[in-house]
């Protein structure tokens, strides 16, 4: 099986605006987001579908996306931290974390974000700080 993106910028071979990770789990900035403090949170394990990873594994990448998630809320003050699960783009597992005010926020057909890599820098810095894992 080919690598996935994912799993080239889990090996390091893709640069990345890294969030936080551990043995299982990479969490990073979404280099086209649909708001700032958009993370995706993928397991280092390549595997196409998310509802295909064993029940004990998707509970552990809930568990590790939630801790980025406090992050992501702490870093950017919102309503909420929206959770979405595509799984179209990428075959490889991963979800979505964006801070939201309101159920519109988290429209993926709505334009992109367009941000420099100093303010990626700046808001994986912001989050990475607040998360605790």
């Not at 789990?25 to 979404?30: H, V």
């Not at 998707?58 to 929206?82: D, H, Q, Y």
């Amino acid at each position: 099986m080919e690598d996935t993106i994912f799993t080239k910028i889990v090996k390091g071979e893709i640069p990345c605006y890294k969030i936080a990770e551990n043995d299982k789990f990479f969490a990073f900035l979404d280099i086209s987001p649909i708001a700032e403090g958009h993370t995706l949170v993928i397991t280092k394990l390549q595997n196409d579908y998310i509802f295909d990873l064993p029940d004990d594994m998707l509970g552990e990448m809930m568990v590790f996306a939630k801790k980025v998630a406090v992050g992501i809320k702490k870093a950017f003050p919102c309503n909420r931290v929206g959770v979405a699960v595509i799984g179209i783009d990428v075959p490889h597992n991963h979800i979505h974390l964006v801070p939201i005010n309101g159920v519109g926020d988290l429209d993926f057909k709505k334009e992109r974000v367009q941000l420099t890599p100093e303010q990626f820098q700046d808001i994986a810095r912001r989050i990475s700080s607040e998360v605790v894992l």
